[in-house]
């Protein structure tokens, strides 16, 4: 009985960080897929928008649990044929992502893992992305649809829904949406930029996005001691000038990937933000729906900046205007008198 007891204790968080890693492995790995085909530009964010919107199927939307071993089984089938069309390519994404996050939140409720584990993970699979394959991707699918469909099981949720949220506006949730919109907006564009632009080698492109996500993993370990209000206004103020930089200076490779490190220190202070939320639990609770919203909007936003001009350069304008928002919001949610509160936010 101890043996099963201490085998199910490290099933669980192996099982999350597994599909951490899978999550980034995929949604960077698509990205670089893309960047490397002839695909124009406005296929970058369209990817990255399709990716997302798996996390969006699972938290605020809600489906019958049941549905989600489904859809990761789908879109592994779908991976397997996307080799033949870029309709199939969409849906083993779509479909996959949605598995994968459902998988990933349900392992967590039977476990505790850090949140540098997590992002560990996530690195790791980043620097695995250009390995990426349709097999590999039909692999996440298989994997997602095993593990939820076990989690679901163990929990009697078999006829139950997903854990979704009700969305309320509050300041400190429309503040994580932004925050969320201005690095979604540029991101995406990094891998394509590493292989149209700067000729940077295949192997190495895992590595240059995980490097942005270093900093973003560091940021919160070294500045935490610090008054978040401060950490978080200068914070978002030195990812809007580091954007301004990329935007100014795109083609130099050395500006803009050193500004996407430097960026990192400023997008993880929104550690800061969930302080902030945390004595009140009605809204730190619906922050992760925010957070996806925000991941669509900004997926979107770059989206239809590349309908109307075929250049990545707007986008980090837009992102940086999305900073320097986000910090100027900041500037009121953390005054002395404490974040302010509309109405239905209790």
């Not at 078999?158 to 932004?178: C, D, E, K, Q, W």
Request: aromatic share 10%; with cysteine.
């Amino acid at each position: 009985m101890a043996n099963d007891r201490h085998h199910r204790l490290l099933l669980w968080p192996t099982a999350y960080l597994l599909l951490s890693a899978f999550s980034g492995l995929l949604e960077v790995g698509v990205l670089i897929h893309v960047a490397r085909s002839d695909m124009p530009l406005v296929a970058v964010p369209l990817a990255a928008v399709t990716y997302q919107c798996g996390a969006l199927l699972c938290n605020p939307i809600r489906l019958p649990s049941f549905l989600y071993p489904f859809l990761a089984c789908l879109g592994a089938l779908a991976g397997a044929l996307s080799g033949s069309s870029i309709a199939w390519g969409l849906l083993a994404v779509i479909g996959v992502s949605a598995g994968l996050q459902y998988a990933r939140e349900r392992t967590k409720h039977y476990c505790q893992v850090s949140t540098l584990a997590k992002r560990v993970a996530r690195i790791a699979g980043f620097l695995l992305a250009p390995m990426l394959t349709t097999w590999l991707v039909s692999a996440a699918g298989l994997a997602s649809a095993a593990i939820a469909t076990v989690a679901i099981t163990s929990s009697g949720m078999r006829g139950g829904r997903a854990g979704g949220s009700r969305m309320h506006l509050h300041p400190i949730s429309i503040t994580m949406a932004i925050h969320q919109v201005h690095y979604f907006l540029y991101a995406c564009f990094i891998p394509w930029l590493c292989w149209r632009v700067y000729d940077i080698p295949l192997a190495a492109m895992g590595g240059v996005f995980a490097v942005g996500w270093c900093s973003y993993s560091l940021g919160p370990q070294l500045l935490r001691r610090l008054p978040n209000k401060w950490v978080f206004i200068v914070g978002h103020l030195l990812v809007g000038a580091s954007l301004c930089a990329m935007c100014l200076w795109i083609e130099h490779r050395l500006v803009v990937l050193t500004a996407w490190f430097i960026s990192g220190f400023g997008g993880g202070t929104v550690y800061c933000l969930r302080h902030l939320a945390h004595p009140l639990p009605s809204v730190s609770q619906e922050l992760d729906a925010w957070e996806n919203v925000g991941h669509v909007v900004g997926g979107v936003g770059g989206l239809v900046i590349c309908l109307l001009v075929a250049t990545p350069r707007p986008v980090f304008a837009a992102a940086a205007v999305a900073a320097f928002v986000t910090a100027s919001i900041g500037v009121q949610l953390f005054g002395s008198g404490g974040p302010p509160s509309w109405s239905n936010d209790e």
